[in-house]
């Protein structure tokens, strides 16, 4: 797994932006963008009676056992997966080596349609890791190895 690029104020503020214009355009209910360890990165919409945290982490450890799916059944990956529910469901979509796009939607919307207004979106999150990583090239963070309990770390000049 790649390490996320350090971002600054104005690369989640893209992001934020980005993720509004898919919650306008596709009637979409909530986004997140996650890295591929399960962590938040961003999240935009009604997220406030979801345990995003935990959606997280499920979505991208989700997304990870697809990924060993596509290379059993002799695919290079699978772009994205879907679950379809009776209220509501969700794609997760594989945005660039760092993160993933979820978006959550009422499941009277087609996936389709959220996939294609994703496909702009999707394209921006990852024009921006990419200026951040070429902004401090190696400076990145494996949030996976993120002690917790004393997070003074990421603070460090």
Not at 78 to 101: A, H, K, M, P
Request: hydrophobic letters at 45%; a negative charge; aromatic letters at 6%.
């Amino acid at each position: 797994m790649a390490t996320l690029p350090q971002l600054i104020e104005e690369d989640i503020s893209e992001i934020n932006n980005a993720l509004q214009e898919l919650l306008i355009k596709s009637d979409a209910t909530s986004t997140l963008v996650i890295d591929k360890g399960g962590f938040i990165i961003t999240q935009n919409g009604r997220t406030q009676q979801l345990d995003t945290m935990t959606l997280a982490a499920l979505a991208a450890a989700s997304f990870a056992a697809t990924e060993s799916i596509a290379s059993l059944v002799g695919e290079h990956n699978f772009t994205s997966i879907y679950q379809q529910g009776e209220q509501s469901s969700l794609v997760v979509i594989n945005v660039d080596e760092f993160c993933l796009l979820t978006v959550i939607f009422k499941a009277t919307l087609s996936v389709g349609a959220i996939k294609y207004y994703a496909a702009e979106t999707i394209k921006r999150v990852a024009a921006q890791n990419k200026k951040a990583e070429h902004r401090t090239p190696g400076a990145g963070l494996d949030l996976s190895m993120l002690n917790l309990a004393d997070p003074s770390g990421l603070f460090k000049m």
